[in-house]
């Protein structure tokens, strides 16, 4: 069979694999649903549940995409910066690694103290968990521009903003790319986190108060839906990754 075709299908016998042998345990040992529903009782769950999933998971969606969407412009506008300057660099690290270390489900409360209850902590909760895979791995792939490319490139009258744009910039694009792929798996976490503590809506309160009312079959069904989406964007940013930096990708290693 070849690479390719083996590398299509490999996600998916993987994944029926695993839902499978899970239903199998769950059968097997005669595991509660309330204490772990196979897979059968999830699907019958998302079944009957379907409309209102599908009401909370899109609200879940936008305000990921939105916060998400904030945290590339921003991280790619810092990280071309902090690529830019080692003095800023130096200066900023230890800021953004200090922020990035505070937990963000303690910040949900000051944003609530600012923007109120509403879409508003979700977006900012999944912004600010998300941003800094970016900052990093952009200044990373700029930062790494060969010293004896930029002594050619200034001698050809290239100014430091030509040498950024021009080549730091497409450098670092795998970098990018790559942080994409970790950051929006992260912005669904803060928007989640948010949707808890400071919503009406969305997947994470659906699941707070699905909790509360011990609908286990429900909290599963939820979740199940969250990482559908979650790999749904991870795919497409992934699609997108190939097609822009496909010049990138030339290992020919791991092909079975």
């Known amino acids: 069979m070849p690479i390719k075709r083996q590398l299509t299908l490999a996600p998916w016998i993987f994944t029926i694999g695993f839902f499978g042998l899970w239903e199998l345990i769950c059968r097997l040992f005669g595991v509660s649903s309330f204490v772990l529903p196979a ?20 609200h879940t969606l936008w305000m990921t995409i939105a916060g998400f969407g904030l945290a590339v412009v ?18 900023t690290y230890p800021l953004l690694v200090g922020f990035n270390s505070i937990p963000k489900v303690a910040v949900v409360p000051i944003l609530v103290f600012w923007f109120g209850v509403g879409w508003v902590p979700p977006v900012m909760t999944a912004f600010l968990i998300s941003f800094f895979p970016i900052v990093v791995n952009v200044a990373t792939g700029i930062s790494t ?8 490139l200034r001698a050809l009258g290239a100014s ?3 040498i ?14 790559g942080s994409l792929k970790v950051a929006i798996t992260l912005a669904y ?27 286990v079959p429900l909290v ?19 699609l997108i990754e190939q097609s822009m930096t496909g010049w990138a990708q030339r290992s020919q290693m791991a092909n079975a």
């Open 39 to 58: 897979p059968s009782t999830i699907l019958l769950a998302i079944w009957e549940y379907r409309n209102q999933l599908a009401y909370h998971a899109m």
């Open 74 to 91: 921003f991280g790619l506008l810092l990280g071309m910066v902090l690529g830019a300057s080692r003095l800023i660099n130096a200066g």
């Open 145 to 152: 521009v060969e010293p004896e490319m930029e002594d050619v």
């Open 160 to 162: 430091k903003r030509d």
């Open 164 to 177: 950024i744009l021009k080549v730091g910039l497409p450098r670092a694009m795998p970098y990018f790319f």
């Open 189 to 215: 976490v803060g928007s989640v986190i948010g949707e808890q503590n400071a919503s009406n809506v969305g997947i994470g309160n659906l699941l707070t108060r699905a909790s509360a009312a011990f609908e």
């Open 220 to 238: 599963w069904a939820a979740l199940v839906v969250l990482a559908v989406l979650g790999v749904v964007m991870y795919v497409i940013t992934a």
